[in-house]
């Protein structure tokens, strides 16, 4: 316990995992540094644990859960289920608002996107993808890269088949190409809503209280796995210690955190800085704009805009604070004196150093080039000239038309076979699709794509010489019929043929666009990622040569375990308590929001005991994906649900500051408290087992 | 000439005016270099010459324009009468759409807060200053010289008044306080509207044109001055070669370019990256998001919004190339050198560095002190909280009553009697509010203040716990009655009594934040400004010391004069040519707005020359401030009016990249074309001598 207190002051800036000081490091399971863990908080982490609380996680669609009964309960966050919710909406009326219990179990609710994958098996595959690109050039490699894994997977699915235990087989890259892995899923596909708090309670205090602490969420949610129409049986869920964790206990996340970057080099740090993070914020600041005077309309068109507008206004705290990281000359001054020393070192060791060149450099000069057509590539093949969600589904069909006849491995990665399944599940739901929200969203991105490719662009030309973005998102979304699921599968089905002859506006353009659009994927897969790739490989053999093989790998959704313990931290000489109490919510209510306590909270307020715990900080390492992640005691037990980091956690895509670096979750206790006076949810209660 | 067009390669990067090897520099006229430019150009620059551009060139609010008639005719930009237009429109019909030509001299229209300097005299009085300030410590000699600058331009109006000659006098540090001036203008305040033409065909192209060339634009209009209500004697008046000037031809461009920061120091320049552009950048995005969804409502909206959304996208602009100017590592490293070099030139000469101290360290340390409490100081003090015509309108009246009484020298800067008439003037003028207008952007930049103080800033707390900020923003707009020119001027009149009087909601808010707004600003003055400006006052000595005194001061909005030539630059290996022609304005149009040409251009087409030159480049050095500039040649005629720079010129804030740095003009030809043509204008084409 002495050595953790000490041990911001011994690493305000632990950079890049060189040797783990503080509590650091996103770990996969087949590398947790369990003897550590033991040496440092006298807790046995041993295979049996990591296999328990390894199958007791799930990843979702971008977030993590965790089973909490035998009957495929699910605990995660409030806003990991906000989507569910806005589809399960209307102009009219918003479970976001209003909030959601299943009457029964009959009654719970169609999740239509969501998926729940637990991660069965692990089968390092380095070996062989190493040996299928030996001595091939970069775009070569990089092209016989991609072919091996889709192989590996499409083997491994039909494998698992034929075993009669079907499993999601996904190829992953772990340290920048340092190890290739198969990660073997079991994938429900049938997830249903319990259980969701009104958004006022679950996101109080809404964007401005974002990544704070203190704070009074009860971003908690239940989902239900189903399997063949019924809830799926989960015997190895994870049992809730609704009284949650003591001060400076050590505490676990297990959880699938999505991306970090403290791998890249500087000159990819520097083009996040000056390239990608300003443009990026500039644009979403001006959506938030648009969105929210849009909402102000009415409260209809609040209602519809409400998910979005969250979802980017998470983002844009994310990444204002990741520019405002990577604007710290000083924390880029000790990345490039980190870097500089792997390349000294690297460069003494002579087979290292001939076997893998100057991968740094041939980063930089990847970046410049890159640099010189980014925009076109960022606007026509990333998307960002067509932010609607029908034009989305019309480039999906166009392009699976032309690529599913191929051989598997001669697709576009995201049609290969393993990914053809949620595709379709995509393209069949029956989501609400608001023709106002696409008219924005559309018309937005193109004049953004005017603005910044500039009005004598030629795909601005073609599209923006006789008709404003306004007329042309109008005529697009107006005329086109893909927001019928219907209409969608029969354009997936027919195919080719199909295609060609659909008359529809937004396929029409996404054919028209797409020779264009392809170009310029094959120019960023050939000439930036392949380089960019083949270098990181070489980085991560020379960093393995000289740091050793303890080390994690930087995020990539895949599931990860973190250690720690409950801590507060310390903010301009004050410190902050690791816990918030039930009383200082209602204290700091206002009765608007984001600050409004719902009704139902309101009318409890006599009944609940001021004392409850609320949310809770712990200094474990966590990042946007460990969303409804475990937070896991040394008994393996759930002690708090991770919803949020503080501001500080942000800077930790670059580096993790073990002094103020700290993750945020919500308390057992107040989750308890909730369900028994404020949403009387008995059998919950009972299958959480936490009944009186 | 051979020199010049060597100039590009020589000097891609010519940092702070150490020796001026391009043709940069914003020149005041008391130090102008005629031997280089007769070196260089041959061009014989006297007094005389200097004399008579001096008094041809007039400062209107924010831009500069000349006279071009013995009757008062003032050319400038059709941008820089934007506010005009549209104070002059209604929610019904808009002078920007239609643009306006006065039937006579009689029914030309009133600018009500338009005016027209002249600047008649330059009075160095850099001794008076230092003798005043001599042996103050930072804070003590920061007030002193505020006291002494306020009482010299008393004095000053109060000389040139007795004399019959009555002066606008102010006081003008250059050289970051190397030198200090007094300034002394005839001001003309009955501006009137002459003529100007559609939005469509001025600003052609719009935002995504703004900065670019090639350039279509009329941005011209015309004034005029009056006295005594009738049309203003200037027989100063500069001519206008309508043939405009030949390729590579020496050309001037007087103006009064408003703010460089070319001269400050590398950890100031860092605060601007780090701290000042970025939130700035965010904010501006998220309003023009705002403003533009907000014009979509309807006609009506599209029409009030207009204006107000020029300005920003172009300010936005401008702030988003200066970012990524100050990205640039290369250049911050060059600036870095540089001043290096000065410092360690500087400290070798020991008087010097005995009386100057480390300046450079100081104001390092003045911007870490700065960033504890910028942000209250912005939102409170900077007003950005507070984004309404009303409420500042309210925040000077309360003011002015605490300040008017007060001895002239202890008033804050903007209430001494030098400053006091315009701000009558502007509080009298009857200027169209619009009440929508002032609820989006009040409740906006309250949003922006609970974002960026947090939800727990005791103003945030005080003002946004019982009411959201669209709630809070309709009340006091609504109930505001300071949008009639009337109650304003009696609440001017009526003194601190009418102010303690009234309980309109928003002076009721102006006095309630006006103590913690009056603090945060003496902090800023005493702890930051003072200290910065007496370490510029040191490092301006370090310079003349060490480069001597053949440079030029940062811009100030004050007089300036600088040499170039007619030339194009090279874009990525293509040479850019430095004239435009009509025909590829009728190419470009694409009939919908920002390129659609307005129905009277449609309409005279067949009868206009194709040949027509329209725009023009040069490679002068100017910034924001110089729209509106005559552009001029050697025999001082106007050959061009100043209305861009191009996208490389943004930099120019910072440096002057000689290689890319270009000015962009309306050729006088297309204005007599246009004229002609077009408009059919024959007593303007008499009065501007280019009647056939």
Known sequence: MLLRRLLPFLSGLALAPSTALADEGMWTFDNFPSTL???????????????????????????????????????????????????????????????????????????????????????????????????LDEQAANERRRQTLTALEATCEQTSLTAGNPLKCEAVTLYGGGQ??????????????????EADIAAFGGDPDNFQFPRWCLDFSLLRAYENGRPAATPQY??????????????????????TDRQLTVAELRTLRDRILPPALLRASELRGRYSQFGKTDAAANRIVQDALFGLENGLKVERKQLDALLDDALLAAKDAAESDLRKRASRNRALAAGTGDPWTRIAMA???????????????????????????ARTLVRAAAERPKPNGERLREFTDGFLPRLEQQLAAPLPIYPELERLTLSFSLERMREWLGPDAAVVRRLLTTETPDALAARLVDGSRLADP????????????????????????????????????????????????????????????????????????TLRLNFGTVQGWVENGTPVAPFTKLDRLFERATGQPPFAVPASWRAARATLDPATPFNLSTNNDIVGGNSGSPLIDAAGRIVGLVFDGNIHS????????????????????????ALRKVYRAEPLLAELGASD
Chains 1, 2 share one sequence.
């Open 180 to 197: 290739f892995w198969l990660y073997q899923y079991r994938r429900y596909d049938d997830v249903r809503l319990v259980f969701a708090p």
């Open 367 to 393: 970046q410049a080039e890159e640099a010189e057509r980014w925009l076109p590539y960022e606007f026509l093949e990333g998307g960002a000239g067509f932010n609607s969600r029908l034009a989305r589904h």
């Open 486 to 557: 219907a209409v969608r599968l029969q354009l997936w089905n027919g195919g080719q043929a199909a295609i060609d002859a659909s008359n529809d506006p937004l396929i029409v353009l996404a054919r028209d666009l797409d020779a264009e659009a392809r170009e310029l994927r094959r120019w960023h897969e050939d000439e930036i990622e392949a380089v960019v790739e083949a270098a990181h490989e070489d980085i991560a053999r020379a960093r393995f040569a000289v740091l050793g093989t303890t080390v994690y790998p930087d995020a990539t959704f």
């Open 238 to 259: 994870l049992t809730i210690d609704f009284d949650g964790p003591a001060p400076d206990e050590p505490v676990f996340v297990a959880g699938h955190p999505g991306s």
């Open 650 to 673: 942000i800077s930790g895509a670059y580096w993790f500051d073990a002094a103020k670096n700290r993750t945020v979750a919500v308390h057992p206790a107040i989750i308890r408290e």
């Open 37 to 135: 863990v033991r040496e440092r908080y006298g807790v046995a982490v041993d295979g049996a644990w990591l296999d328990r609380v390894r199958r007791g996680t799930v990843r979702l669609a971008g977030c993590t859960a965790s089973f909490v009964s035998p009957d495929g309960l699910l605990l995660t966050n409030h806003h990991c289920v906000a989507s569910c919710l806005a589809q399960n909406s209307t102009r009219e009326s918003s479970l976001l608002e209003t909030g959601f219990i299943a009457p029964d179990r009959g009654r719970e609710l169609d999740c239509p996107v969501q998926i729940a994958d637990v991660l069965e098996k692990l089968e390092n595959v380095t070996a062989a993808v190493q040996e299928a690109t030996r001595g």
